[in-house]
């Protein structure tokens, strides 16, 4: 449970400053399709700095083991999280806190439509499938619409390629 706390607090942390470097953005660019990087451009700050750091962690892993990341995986990495749309801090952090303590209370607090902030707690836990459907609909690989769609469900031992995304996601 602390190692948990601990990371909830590196990455609120992280978030409060996210930056990207040029080269950082000029390899966005590079890896994505036109509307695919527009997607990206268009997440929030500490989004888009959390799937930078996400590709450069399962790139590392890939490289590791001898072999490079699947071009999916690379894309699926930058675009992971687009549906979780613009929010407030405070709404990510209330989700956060809310599932650590009760969540059948955030369940019960969540709603596709009403405030803001309810919207926003709904996004947070569906965001998976949206940021899938968002990407489908901008013509992204079906394998990497395969791997968002399931990147907040548990590792699934079928799917190796997946179940490195679920975990890498987890820890950065």
Do not use: C
């Amino acid at each position: 449970m602390f190692a948990r706390a601990r990371y909830r607090a590196r990455q609120f942390f992280r978030g409060l400053r996210p930056h990207l470097s040029p080269q950082e953005i000029a390899l966005a660019r590079v890896m994505l399709s036109p509307a695919e990087f527009t997607l990206f451009l268009h997440a929030e700050a500490r989004d888009r700095r959390h799937s930078m750091d996400l590709l450069q962690l399962l790139s590392r892993e890939a490289q590791a083991q001898g072999a490079l990341l699947p071009e999916a995986m690379q894309v699926a990495a930058l675009l992971h999280d687009v549906g979780k749309g613009r929010m407030a801090a405070w709404h990510r952090v209330t989700f956060v806190l809310l599932n650590a303590t009760s969540p059948r209370v955030s369940r019960a607090l969540e709603s596709s439509s009403g405030a803001e902030w309810r919207r926003s707690l709904w996004r947070l836990r569906h965001h998976a499938r949206l940021s899938a459907d968002i990407l489908a609909a901008a013509g992204s690989a079906p394998r990497v619409v395969e791997i968002v769609r399931a990147h907040t469900s548990p590792p699934p031992r079928e799917d190796p390629e997946i179940a490195a995304f679920v975990l890498a996601d987890d820890r950065v």
